[in-house]
Nanobody, 113 residues
């Protein structure tokens, strides 16, 4: 299973970014997909996840600001991030779960104040 994340960058507080993660080598349609963030010196934490049935879960700090979605025809999961805050800074990892976790390399998001 290969995961390729993209869309990170440097943005000012209050701005927006959209992350994308393309999956290859597995049946994307039945996987639970997620985005995790790892800030410097901290553990990796869940940002958002979406099941095969489009049930979503969000971390408390991103509710009402971030939206996760998936396009099964494109084997892609997205994370729309609005009203970004400096606390959102970190490396964002795409996660694919069927029986076990698979991880992409991550994409850096930096939010300046």
């Amino acid at each position: 299973v290969q995961l390729q994340a993209s869309g990170g960058g440097l943005v000012q507080a209050g701005g927006s970014l959209r992350l994308s993660c393309v999956v290859a080598g597995a049946d994307f349609r039945i996987a639970t997909m997620g985005w995790y963030r790892q800030a410097p010196g901290k553990q990796r934490v869940l940002v958002a996840s979406i099941t095969r049935g489009d049930t979503t879960v969000y971390g408390d700090s991103v509710k009402d600001r971030f939206t996760i979605s998936r396009d099964n025809a494109k084997n892609t999961v997205y994370l729309q991030m609005n009203s970004l805050e400096p606390e959102d800074t970190g490396v964002y990892y795409c996660n694919f779960f069927i029986a076990r976790d698979y991880w992409g390399r991550g994409t850096q998001v930096t939010v300046s104040s």
